[in-house]
């Protein structure tokens, strides 16, 4: 194998997951590589391994022939490994110059900055990136393709030889985007190893030269890109078939539930319009930052809304407040369990009972008899495991932790459930449990909103499904036994540019 | 690691029965030694009558012949280690404790780990600084003698009672994930407009003091309005409030003190067949109204809830905002039962009062295991977290220490305690 970076056969384990399979990537020098992937196939954890925020359990990093052993991300940026990641890592009140500078300032001494020297250097790798910004310009006072600009320019003061960008391109306009491919241009000439990761399949096309594609942790295929059309690409990143079974089942659909009408909420919610019926599951799918999260905080009255109206069961509610939407009979089972869904250092029992304390309450009295029989059929019915209700939440698996919050909100009497990412980092034992748990609702009369990056997910449970695409829903496509995750991808992406 | 622990045990117990040995020794040879000094004393008594009748040119008094007393080193040794011997019995003791403890814990480990994950929950916690607490005591107990009588005891309980309430109410400020530094000025404020009231508007004392009361549960609720509605940082209203209710205690008498107050107020502190019934009676109500509030109410449980992770309270659909002005109203509450507690006690309200008790109630709450980052803690250790300061501070009065080592003794008990909360959850999250 010929490569100035080679990864091979890397494997990493998480508790319960297996993130990386036997995964090799080889990337040449000069080249502008493609990690191409649907969310959660692996790119991001082996970008992490490379730039030291992770250690891998199993295979072989090569630079430039030499093995290399990186721990760390200062081992990682002493090999010449820099990253750049989707959410930028400028300080905004330092200047361009400091901002480049960060970690190792041009001294006079040990006690001083030399800053003449600092900014003059600065001004001579922007100007040789063809950038037209001051060294001395704040970062706050520059736009979003500037700062990403600013990036490059630091990965290239530490003599970067090896440059990760993770979705360069998600917060640019057109225009910014051929600024960046052209500087992007420039460092292949420099013999720079790029790994450019990117949903954008046209831009791949645009501005890379190979691809390795991954699914599900594994290597699927390297092909050239000029050789290789997107239908083809989108074929590989999805796969043939679903691979995982999933317990769906057919109810007759009701009366209907939950509407949002021109739902506007941030800058990533516009005109969302959608509804769901008595025992329906409406799938929501859609890039990374396509704005289903944020639609969900909108309906849940945590982000101020806009414009729009949300009705349950026909009426019109006014959500301001998470209350609120409790009280309509919304529950929201979110993405982040550790931040939003529990309190670790609450026991099991407290967690659950979090959001229906009220029902315990005898003459001002909290009936603790009550409740810990009403947590303990909870538990044995959702076959939570934890040696006790007084157990500490911090110390559950994830799997059982995701329980805690569905038997949670399972107590709420709620009638519409939005479930974000619901099985997101738990084992698969655990996921079916939760399609489960999913099934018993709509059986008993209630509307799901399922917001999923796992497309066989979205295919294998939903009724319908609402793609979304920059904070608005670019189709609502019938769950029947047509679908496809091609399909899917192409509103996904803007809609059904890219037609076979 | 384990063969560190193992020299450590076996040094703590080697130096112990070293020590308690030591003291043995000194102990069965003090009637010899006392012996030695005696005639010691007597040698130096007729040396100086017969110097003294030289200098004044006086016949010698015939003190005939002086007896040789022989010192033997061992003797003189014993003679200086005699004013340590107390020392040495309690530091061997709590030696003797620690190196039992080291090889408790390693048996228990050996034996009872079935390579499961260690289980860290707060009653494990309250156990060990109950014993800390019982070691204490000990300690106490043998190094003086009038520790362990009921009049001192009364009185270390009388010393508490201050501390004691504010502690109660900076638990729930706690648990919540915030701080409450007025404390210390609210009671000095409250406790100035009690004697104004009483005094100056003669005031009934159960109008004044409920009067009293609305104005430090104000005091509280202006804090928590502050953090809950302007999202102020916890230290920074409080710390804002510090400032002010102690400007203004000075400002309404113009820094005056008041002293003198009806005896029906002064009687709260009074003793009842030398009992100080009803300021025990209180602390007894306050402590049970909170901990029956943490455990039995929704609030209670909100307060853990939003010291744990507010995100979450909140999107569980809980009023973050009313939890918040509930915590810092009942932590004014109990300040304004201090207040009377302290100015019935003193007879008399100055505006210095209860400077600095701040530090002395986080202390208490941080000692008893509720943590700096909220949602953990508990009444019952916050209880005997007051009682270790307390008895320290009892203790090092006892034992005739001024007061700046004792201040640097209780900074050190804090910044322990906070250590060992530190570790605790370094090795919650370790263990995960």
């Known amino acids: 194998m010929s490569g100035f970076l080679r990864m091979q056969n890397i494997t990493k384990r998480f508790p319960g997951v297996l993130a990386l399979d036997n995964v090799s990537l080889s990337v040449r020098k000069g080249e502008v590589h493609?990690?191409?992937?649907?969310?959660?196939?692996?790119?991001?954890?082996?970008?992490?391994?490379?730039?030291?925020?992770?250690?891998?359990?199993?295979?072989?990093?090569?630079?430039?022939?030499?093995?290399?052993?990186?721990?760390?991300?200062?081992?990682?940026?002493?090999?010449g490994i820099s990253i750049i990641y989707q959410e930028l890592n400028l300080i905004e009140q330092l200047t361009v110059a400091e901002n480049i500078f960060m970690g190792s300032p041009i001294m006079r001494n040990p006690a001083m900055v030399n800053w003449r020297a600092m900014m003059k250097k600065a001004q001579e790798l922007l100007d040789e990136l063809g950038i037209s910004i001051s060294a001395r310009s704040l970062i706050r006072n520059l736009g979003v393709a500037h700062k990403q600009m600013v990036e490059v320019a630091k990965a290239l003061s530490i003599q970067s030889r090896i440059l990760i960008m993770d979705e360069p391109t998600a917060p640019l306009t057109s225009r910014e985007i051929d600024t960046l491919f052209s500087t992007i241009r420039m460092l292949r000439e420099r013999g720079v190893a790029i790994v450019y990761i990117s949903h954008r399949l046209e831009e791949v096309k645009e501005i890379c030269d190979r691809a390795t594609i991954m699914r599900d942790g594994r290597n699927v295929a390297v092909v050239d890109v000029a050789d290789t059309s997107i239908d083809e690409i989108i074929r590989y990143m999805v796969g043939r078939k679903l691979e995982e079974k999933f317990p769906k089942i057919y109810i007759?659909?009701?009366?209907?539930?939950?509407?949002?009408?021109?739902?506007?909420?941030?800058?990533?919610?516009?005109?969302?319009?959608?509804?769901?019926?008595?025992?329906?599951?409406?799938?929501?799918?859609?890039?990374?930052?396509?704005?289903?999260?944020?639609?969900?905080?909108?309906?849940?009255?945590?982000?101020?809304?806009?414009?729009?109206?949300?009705?349950?069961?026909?009426?019109?509610?006014v959500i301001n407040r998470p209350l609120d939407a409790i009280r309509a009979g919304i529950g929201f089972v979110t993405e982040d369990r550790k931040e939003e869904g529990l309190v670790l250092t609450m026991n099991v029992g407290s967690n659950i009972?979090?959001?229906?304390?009220?029902?315990f309450m005898r003459l001002g009295k909290l009936n603790l008899a009550q409740e810990r029989d009403t947590i303990r059929a909870y538990i044995s019915k959702l076959n939570i495991k934890t040696p006790s209700h007084l157990q500490i939440s911090r110390n559950l698996s994830g799997g059982n932790q995701q329980k805690v919050v569905l038997a949670k909100w399972l107590l709420s009497h709620s009638r519409v459930f939005i479930f974000d990412e619901p099985t997101r980092g738990i084992d698969v034992g655990a996921k079916i449990e939760?399609?489960?748990?999913?099934?018993?609702?709509?059986?008993?009369?209630?509307?799901?909103?399922?917001?999923?990056?796992?497309?066989?997910?979205i295919i294998g449970m939903s009724d319908r499904v609402a793609v979304m695409h920059q904070g608005r829903i670019t189709g609502i496509l019938n769950n029947d036994q047509s679908l496809t995750q091609e399909e899917i991808l192409q509103y996904a992406t803007g809609g059904a540019r890219q037609t076979a | 690691m384990k063969t560190g622990m193992k020299t450590i045990m076996i040094i703590c117990l080697v130096l112990g029965v070293a020590l308690l040995g030591l003291n043995a020794y000194v102990q069965a040879n003090s009637g010899h030694v006392a012996q030695i000094r005696e005639q010691l004393t007597q040698r130096d008594k007729l040396m100086a009558q017969a110097e003294m009748a030289r200098v004044l040119g006086r016949e010698p008094v015939d003190v005939g012949e002086l007896a040789d007393i022989e010192v033997s080193s061992a003797d003189r040794m014993i003679m200086t280690l005699q004013g340590y011997d107390k020392s040495f019995l309690v530091l061997g003791i709590d030696l003797i404790i620690a190196g039992l403890a080291i090889a408790a814990i390693y048996l228990y480990k050996t034996r009872y780990r079935a390579g499961k994950e260690r289980k860290i929950a707060s009653s494990n916690n309250i156990l060990g600084i109950l014993l800390a607490l019982i070691i204490l005591c000990l300690n106490l107990a043998i190094a003086s003698n009038v520790f362990l009588t009921t009049s001192n005891l009364l009185n270390v309980l009388q010393q508490v009672s201050i501390n004691f309430v504010i502690a109660i109410g900076m638990t729930f400020v706690i648990i919540s994930g915030g701080i409450d530094l007025s404390v210390g000025s609210n009671i000095a404020l409250t406790g100035l407009l009690l004697a104004i009231m009483m005094k100056n508007w003669a005031l009934s004392v159960p109008a004044a003091i409920a009067l009293g009361l609305v104005l430090s549960s104000l005091i509280g609720l202006i804090n928590g309005g502050l953090i809950a509605f302007l999202n102020l940082p916890p230290f920074i209203a409080t710390l804002g409030m510090m400032s002010i209710a102690r400007g203004a205690a000075y400002t309404v008498t113009g820094g005056a003190p008041i002293y003198t107050l009806p005896s029906a107020f002064t009687a709260i502190s009074g003793r009842v067949a030398n009992i100080p019934l009803y300021a025990i009676l209180i602390m007894a109500a306050v402590f049970a109204l909170g901990w029956y509030i943490l455990r039995y109410?929704?609030?209670?449980?909100?307060?853990?809830?939003?010291?744990?992770?507010?995100?979450?309270?909140?999107?569980?659909?809980?009023n973050l905002n009313s939890v918040k002005c509930f915590v810092y109203v009942v932590s004014g509450i109990c300040c304004g039962v201090a207040a009377i507690l302290l100015t019935s006690r003193l007879d008399s309200a100055l505006p210095t009062n209860a400077d600095g008790q701040e530090m002395d109630a986080i202390a208490a709450v941080v000692i008893g295991g509720t943590s700096m980052k909220g949602g953990e803690g508990s009444m019952i250790g916050t209880l005997i977290g007051i009682m270790i300061i307390g008895v320290i501070a009892n203790g090092l009065n006892l034992l005739g220490v001024a007061q700046g080592p004792q201040k640097m003794v209780k900074g050190l008990i804090i910044v322990i305690a906070v250590i060992i909360d530190v570790l605790r959850r370094r090795a919650a999250e370790s263990s995960k």
């Not at chain 1, 009972?353 to 029902?359: G, M, S």
């Not at chain 1, 489960?436 to 999923?452: C, D, K």
């Not at chain 2, 109410?297 to 809980?318: D, M, P, Q, W």
Request: charged share 20%; proline share 2%.
């Open chain 1, 34 to 79: 493609a990690l191409l992937g649907e969310n959660g196939a692996g790119k991001s954890t082996l970008m992490k391994i490379l730039s030291g925020a992770y250690h891998k359990d199993e295979g072989e990093i090569f630079i430039d022939g030499q093995t290399v052993d990186i721990r760390s991300s200062s081992d990682a940026q002493a090999l």
């Open chain 1, 252 to 317: 007759p659909l009701g009366e209907e539930l939950f509407r949002v009408e021109s739902l506007s909420a941030g800058k990533l919610v516009r005109d969302v319009s959608f509804s769901v019926q008595a025992g329906e599951i409406l799938g929501i799918a859609g890039l990374v930052g396509a704005g289903r999260t944020e639609t969900a905080r909108a309906i849940f009255g945590m982000d101020r809304l806009i414009s729009g109206s949300i009705y349950v069961a026909g009426q019109p509610v």
């Open chain 1, 434 to 457: 939760v399609y489960n748990i999913i099934n018993e609702l709509i059986s008993s009369g209630a509307a799901v909103i399922m917001i999923s990056s796992e497309l066989p997910e």
């Open chain 1, 353 to 359: 009972t979090l959001a229906t304390l009220k029902e």
């Open chain 2, 297 to 318: 109410t929704r609030v209670g449980r909100f307060t853990y809830a939003i010291g744990g992770n507010e995100n979450c309270a909140r999107l569980s659909g809980i």
